[in-house]
């Protein structure tokens, strides 16, 4: 069974209060997604494998660790985890980034595939799956099984806002899969829309309602 981590850092739950607010500005918005991505992916890149190295420094040799040529890629999940991007890049700034558009149809909930396009040695890396909300979990299920079609083998899924409908279809789904939120909130309410959540995420980036 997959873990479930939800960062209680300071930090992220006081960006997290002025997000989920609805007089919070398109602007306001967009900056807080891309930095509680930034502060979530210094918690999920927690476990990258190091590596001893010898650092010569001005004054004598520092035995150092770096990270050992670990493989990384993060995919959004278009729109809304546009949002997230330059917040993990800014952390990992060699990173590949990979693109899956979903849209959900608003009547069935269903996600609907428009867009796939990964690196070319996409099989050779480990992905983050980065997308704000995970609600009935049909798009990140989708996503992370379009990868794994793909060949990808290790799967992180992170997201701002999770849905406990959503983490339990990821388990069941793809029990392979961690998954990072800053936040597991309440319930779906009858459009799927997470409750307290903060709306609908990808209009609050674009402004497009
Ligand atoms: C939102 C969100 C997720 C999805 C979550 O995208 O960004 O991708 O809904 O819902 P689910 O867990 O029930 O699938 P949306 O479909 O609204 O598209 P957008 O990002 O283009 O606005
Ligand atoms: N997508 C969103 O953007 N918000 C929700 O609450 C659910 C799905």
Request: glycine share 8%.
């Amino acid at each position: 069974m997959s873990k479930v981590m939800v960062f209680d850092h300071p930090l992220i739950q006081h960006k997290l209060s002025i997000l989920r607010d609805e007089k919070t500005s398109v602007k306001e918005f967009r900056e807080l997604v891309g930095e509680i991505a930034q502060l979530m992916c210094y918690e999920a890149t927690r476990d990258l494998p190091l590596e001893e190295v010898d650092v010569k420094t001005p004054v004598d040799v520092a035995k150092c660790r770096r990270i050992a040529g670990k493989k990384l890629a993060v995919v959004p999940i278009l729109r809304a985890g546009l949002g997230m991007v330059d917040g993990m890049v800014a952390m990992m700034p060699n990173v590949k980034v990979g693109h899956i558009g979903l849209f959900r149809d608003p009547e069935t909930l269903e996600p609907v595939k428009y867009y796939f396009k990964m690196p070319p040695d996409i099989t050779e890396r480990d992905v983050i799956i980065v997308d704000p909300m995970l609600a009935t979990g049909g798009s990140s299920v989708a996503a992370a099984q379009f990868l794994k079609d793909e060949g990808v083998r290790n799967i992180k899924l992170m997201c701002i806002i999770a849905a406990p409908e959503g983490v339990q279809a990821m388990q069941e789904a793809h029990p392979d899969v961690d998954i990072f939120a800053a936040a597991l909130d309440d319930h779906l309410n009858e459009h799927g829309y997470i409750v307290p959540g903060l709306g609908d995420a990808g209009d609050r980036i674009f402004g497009t309602k």
